[in-house]
Structures are given as structure tokens and as C-alpha cells.
């Protein structure tokens, strides 16, 4: 049984987007997104999913995010570095239109090793 945390959230915060459970305050309270918009944790725009990598690249609680994530379930989204989509991690996301001939610097997300015990949720392929 999931016990959800019912204590009101700022209504932009990043973690106020995702359905709290009780373990969670532990930790949210260090994380560097606890005060920025979600709009960058679930954006589709290459360039801020890259800045929301970049972000939780040098956050202390990185893992217990993901590891939160992925018990949650989360279908979309920044969560512990990676990017989710349909509840897979997507380890490379192109830009949208015609791919360029010579890959521009800014098309490379931040290399975000994936944990063992959660390689079974990456998604093959690179998505467009």
C-alpha cells in the first residue's frame, strides 16, 4: 500500500508535479529542483531537457529521486537524471525535423550512467 503525502506543495516547484509518498520528504528537501519550474522537468524541447540533465547531474539525491520514480511508476519526465517517456528511460532524444547531416554540440544530453537494477527500463532506439 502507497500512502500519499496530502501536504501542500508550491503549485511551480518541480517536485510538486509528482504524487508524494511519506519517504519522500526526507529527502525532497535537497534536491536543486525544489524551487523551479516543472515546465523544465517535462519539457520536449531538447535543449531544456539537456539543462534539466545538467541540473540533476550535480544534485545530492539524484539516486532516491530515481529510485522514486521508478517505484511511483512515472510515464514522463525528469526524474534522477533521466529521461522518462512512457515509463521507459530514453537515453538519447533528437531534435524535432529532419536530423542534421553533423551532429551539433547541443544535440548530446550530459552521459547519465543508468543503475543496474534499472537497465531493464531503458528504451532501445533513439525516439524522435
Not at 37 to 51: A, K, M, N, R, W
Amino acid at each position: 500500500m502507497t500512502i500519499v503525502d496530502t501536504r501542500p506543495r508550491p503549485s511551480g516547484s518541480a517536485l510538486a508535479a509528482a504524487p508524494g509518498v511519506l519517504d519522500r520528504s526526507e529527502w525532497e528537501t535537497d534536491a536543486l529542483c525544489r524551487d523551479l519550474s516543472t515546465e523544465l522537468f517535462f519539457s520536449d524541447d531538447v535543449d531544456e531537457i539537456g539543462d534539466a540533465k545538467r541540473i540533476c547531474l550535480s544534485c545530492p539525491v539524484r539516486t532516491r529521486c530515481l529510485d522514486a520514480a521508478v517505484e511511483r511508476g512515472e510515464q514522463f519526465g525528469i526524474w534522477g537524471g533521466h529521461l522518462f517517456v512512457s515509463g521507459r528511460i530514453v537515453l538519447h532524444k533528437r531534435r524535432r525535423g529532419r536530423p542534421p547531416k553533423v551532429e551539433r554540440p547541443g544535440d548530446r544530453f550530459p552521459e547519465v550512467e543508468v543503475p543496474e537494477p534499472y537497465r531493464r527500463l531503458v528504451r532501445a532506439g533513439a525516439p524522435g
